[in-house]
């Protein structure tokens, strides 16, 4: 299996702020790599795909970059609403994993 | 707008089998595959399988031993078993959509999620 590795594991900031969160896989994954956001009792919703792609219907705040190994997701002014546990998933391989998420809180 | 619904048992006693289904309503489920995905209490996702409109599967390596999934087209419905249960197994079960293949393969419409707890 391919291990998605995800940092910080919690991360605390405030409104406005702009924040990177990190996903690194076991081997290259190319652009196969997408984001989702999770809030408490809710199913994760699609933010990102292959790497950069906007979902349709997410605000431009968010952003994606990388490939190879090594990728980020930007939220570039953080709003009461983003706070939520992000994931990372690969779909390089069809046995899919997630990253372990890292967990958004208010400063 | 495609809906995704699962529905089953919320109840499963250990060493048994846990069966649940997803609806699917709107939309087309041809083009698409149609996975499971777990998560136990307080943790993290976990990919079970997939199928495709056709038949077609893929299961994760951990679990292929006890798992199976199936698809009834014609009730627009797919359905999940996981055999020998154990506590371990306790988590929010959910249905999701995704491509199956190339480097546009998420998971872009998903159903509420069911907790189903393993416990005599």
């Known amino acids: 299996d391919i291990q998605m590795t995800q940092s910080p594991s919690s991360l605390s900031a405030s409104v406005g702020d702009r924040v990177t969160i990190t996903c690194r896989a076991s081997q290259s994954i190319s652009r196969y790599l997408n984001w989702y956001q999770q809030t408490p009792g809710k199913a994760p919703k699609l933010l990102i795909y292959a790497a950069s792609s906007l979902q349709s219907g997410v605000p431009s705040r968010f952003s994606g970059s990388g490939s190879g190994t090594d990728f980020t997701l930007t939220i570039s002014s953080l709003q009461p609403e983003d706070f939520a546990t992000y994931y990372c998933?690969?779909?390089?391989?069809?046995?899919?994993?997630f990253g372990q998420g890292t967990k958004l809180e208010i400063k | 707008q495609v809906q995704l619904q699962e529905s089953g048992p919320g109840l499963v006693k250990p060493s048994e089998t846990l069966s649940l289904t997803c609806t699917v309503s709107?939309?087309?489920?041809?083009?698409?595959?149609w996975s499971w995905i777990r998560q136990p209490p307080g943790k993290g996702l976990e990919w079970i399988g997939h199928i495709s409109y056709s038949g077609s599967t893929n299961y994760n390596p951990s679990l292929k031993s006890r798992v199976s999934i199936s698809v009834d087209t014609s009730k627009r419905q797919f359905s999940l078993k996981l055999s020998s249960v154990t506590a371990a197994d306790t988590a929010v079960f959910y249905c999701a959509r995704n491509p199956g293949s190339g480097v546009n393969d998420y998971f872009d419409s998903w159903g509420q999620g069911t907790l189903i707890t393993v416990s005599s």
């Open positions: 709107g939309g087309s489920m041809g083009s698409y595959y």
């Open positions: 998933q690969q779909s390089h391989s069809t046995s899919y994993t």
